[in-house]
């Protein structure tokens, strides 16, 4: 069964620092992996995806995501953090890689805050 | 892209009471999806909703506590029956647009349950 797993539930770093949120999967197919962010009070937005072609996937407001499959990690940069960037990420994996019939699995979530 | 909404955006209710949830979204889609975000916490799948056919649940979620509708393919609604206060979570709807299989994301609606 395919999973992620987060690890750190809560980093905090300060403006302008690099971040690195950490994501680890596990798939007994090829992986179709994402990253969102929720805001506060808010839903979900896509903020990238891996679906088998670059292995370094650029997403919306300079984060981006390096695929290592012998590392089997997804783990989620960002060069400077902005205080906007505070928020919960969470790293998915489609339950049956790239499919139409897929549905996407959640992991635990972390949270990164912004030291002024 | 799907632009996804949701009705209401939150509630409060009593123990024992039900409520029905509404996401409509701007586009037709095939797949949608009903999630529950305790607090706190991650999102777990509920459901899966395809017009036509019967909603198909994960487990530890069942049809008369969550029953879903699907009437077309741009509308559904999951309704919360029989609610106690751990039914107290954001409910989510999402759907699968383009030829991507993206999942998109309502805004979710805040249950607290009294």
């Known amino acids: 069964a395919q999973s992620v797993t987060q690890l750190g539930s809560h980093v905090s770093v300060s403006e302008g620092a690099l971040v690195l949120l950490r994501c680890n999967y596990s798939?007994?197919?090829?992986?179709?992996l994402f990253w969102y962010v929720q805001y506060p009070n808010q839903g979900l937005q896509l903020l990238l995806k891996?679906?088998?072609?670059?292995?370094l996937v650029k997403g919306i407001n300079g984060f981006e995501a390096e695929f290592k499959k012998s590392e089997t990690s997804f783990h989620l940069t960002k060069p400077s953090a902005h205080m906007s960037d505070a928020a919960e990420y969470f790293c998915?994996?489609?339950?049956?890689?790239?499919?139409?019939?897929?549905?996407?699995?959640f992991g635990s979530g972390t949270r990164l805050s912004i030291r002024p | 892209s799907a632009v996804i909404s949701q009705k209401p955006s939150r509630d409060i209710c009593q123990r024992g009471t039900s409520l029905t949830i509404q996401c409509q979204v701007d586009s037709q889609v095939t797949m949608m999806f009903w999630y529950r975000q305790q607090p706190g916490q991650s999102l777990t799948l509920i459901a899966t909703?395809?017009?036509?056919?019967?909603?198909?649940?994960e487990s530890g979620f069942v049809i008369d506590k969550f029953p879903i509708s699907r009437p077309n393919l741009t509308f559904s609604t999951l309704t919360v029956s029989n609610m106690s206060p751990e039914d107290s979570s954001i409910y989510l709807c999402?759907?699968?647009?383009?030829?991507?299989?993206?999942?998109?994301f309502g805004p979710g609606t805040r249950l607290t349950v009294t």
């Open positions: 999402s759907v699968r647009a383009g030829a991507t299989y993206e999942q998109y």
């Open positions: 798939s007994s197919v090829p992986p179709y």
């Open positions: 998915a994996v489609s339950d049956r890689g790239y499919s139409s019939a897929s549905k996407i699995i």
């Open positions: 891996y679906t088998s072609a670059a292995t």
């Open positions: 909703a395809n017009q036509g056919s019967e909603a198909t649940y």
